[in-house]
């Protein structure tokens, strides 16, 4: 951890511009950074040459970059930040906010200002799938699926219905499929329906992929649900939905820093929500690779 400091500084805030939600809070944020002598530079790039050229325009005259949006938005401006190398600071505005969770970052976006604003620190790891790097948790199988299904029309008919009855239109159709997994020299072959391969804690608005992974622990979390009928592949939900997978009957899990997933057909991976990548997938942590605002804890020796 990372001694916080309330030295004047110049942040970049990168806005997803479709996102309109919170913006009383965003006011009220605002005002609490620029209140702890904080220049706020505000933009909302469009695409990822928006995104290069806002970054690019102010590099040398920044100390920080604050993302503000949802999980997809996060992950979308994680390349860039890293390849500024500057710390990150983060303001949940999208609906499952995992990253936020993970880091125990509040979900308002003023109380997320204050921990920015307060100026403490911590180094995290960074997940990267193939060539595609990662904040929370990618998935191979059943949840592509269920991504792929619950599009933006489907949400706008149902609202917050979508994705339960997206996620049980994708189960009554599953497909299995073979999968070869090596983890550092580890060799495992399995018929599963998902296989999941976490970076951080929570996925899917505060589903644990482990009760006690954490981002900052250099390890990546891997779990796969087993190919079975409904009612048996039923039974391991609650587990899941837990996080207690480890230990659990006929879930297979592993930890590891490197782990190599190949499957039978070519499969989609999607990546902290957003399907990116393919199969063959080679997955690995990379330790400590980014710094962002978290609040201070009282084993860190800094007062809040």
């Keep these: 951890m990372i001694q916080g400091s309330r030295a004047s500084r110049r942040a970049l805030l990168l806005l997803n511009p479709n996102a309109g939600n919170a913006k009383a809070g965003l006011d009220v944020g605002l005002q609490c950074l620029r209140s702890a002598d904080m220049d706020v530079i505000v933009k909302r790039p469009e695409g990822p040459d928006g995104l290069r050229r806002a970054i690019s325009e102010h590099r040398d005259q920044l100390d ?31 609906t499952a906010n995992d990253l936020a969770r993970t ?90 329906v998902q296989v999941s391969v976490g970076n951080g804690r929570f996925y899917g608005g505060g589903v644990p992929i482990a009760e006690d992974a954490t981002i900052d622990d250099g390890q990546l979390d891997l779990y796969a649900l087993p190919a079975r009928k409904g009612s048996s592949l039923l039974a391991l939900i609650p587990a899941v939905g837990r996080g207690r997978t480890r230990g659990t009957r006929d879930i297979f899990t592993l930890r590891g820093r490197e782990v190599i997933v190949i499957t039978n057909r070519s499969k989609g991976v999607t990546v902290d929500g957003e399907e990116v990548e393919r199969t063959p997938a080679r997955f690995r942590v990379l330790p400590g690779a980014l710094k962002v605002y978290t609040a201070a804890r009282e084993a860190d020796g800094v007062d809040s």
């Design 103 to 192: 880091l125990d970052i509040p979900l308002n976006v003023e109380s997320a200002c204050q921990i920015i604003a307060d100026g403490h620190l911590s180094d995290i790891d960074v997940g990267q799938v193939n060539d595609r790097h990662f904040f929370n948790v990618a998935h191979i199988g059943l949840a592509v699926e269920v991504a792929r299904r619950a599009d933006k029309q489907a949400k706008g008919c149902l609202g917050p219905l979508a994705y339960p009855y997206m996620a049980w239109q994708a189960f009554r159709t599953r497909r299995t499929f073979k999968v070869r997994i090596d983890c550092e020299g580890e060799l495992h072959s399995l018929r599963v």
């Design 64 to 94: 920080c970059i604050i993302v503000g949006g949802g999980d997809g938005s996060m992950n979308f401006a994680l390349p860039f930040v890293m390849q500024a190398g500057l710390p990150m600071g983060i303001l949940p505005m999208g």
